[in-house]
């Protein structure tokens, strides 16, 4: 299980360095920090939210379309892990 959530943490983190990088900034992307503390505006967030997506291939529940759920790595992290758990599972 470490090893999946490890994935997950370093996917999410690429995601998020790719907007970062075309908005032309630099931060370091560390689980904790707060996504809007390191530059992410609103429509990036949208953009997060479409690349979490595609990135594992399922739909965000509109449930969790949250400013929590997309407050830092961690918390998107958690999100995604509880939306691919029924799926491990099968």
Do not use: C, H, W, Y
């Not at 370091?28 to 992410?40: C, E, M, Q, W």
């Not at 594992?56 to 892990?81: H, K």
Request: hydrophobic share 45%; no cysteine.
């Amino acid at each position: 299980m470490q090893a999946f959530d490890t994935d997950v943490r370093d996917r999410i983190i690429k995601l998020v360095k790719g907007i970062l990088e075309q908005n032309s900034l630099a931060a370091n992307v560390a689980p904790g920090v707060r996504l809007v503390d390191i530059g992410l505006t609103s429509m990036d967030m949208v953009n997060l939210m479409l690349g979490v997506e595609a990135e594992f291939d399922f739909t965000i529940p509109q449930s969790e379309i949250t400013p929590e759920n997309f407050q830092s790595v961690d918390t998107l992290e958690r999100m995604v892990a509880s939306q691919l758990q029924p799926v491990k599972a099968a």
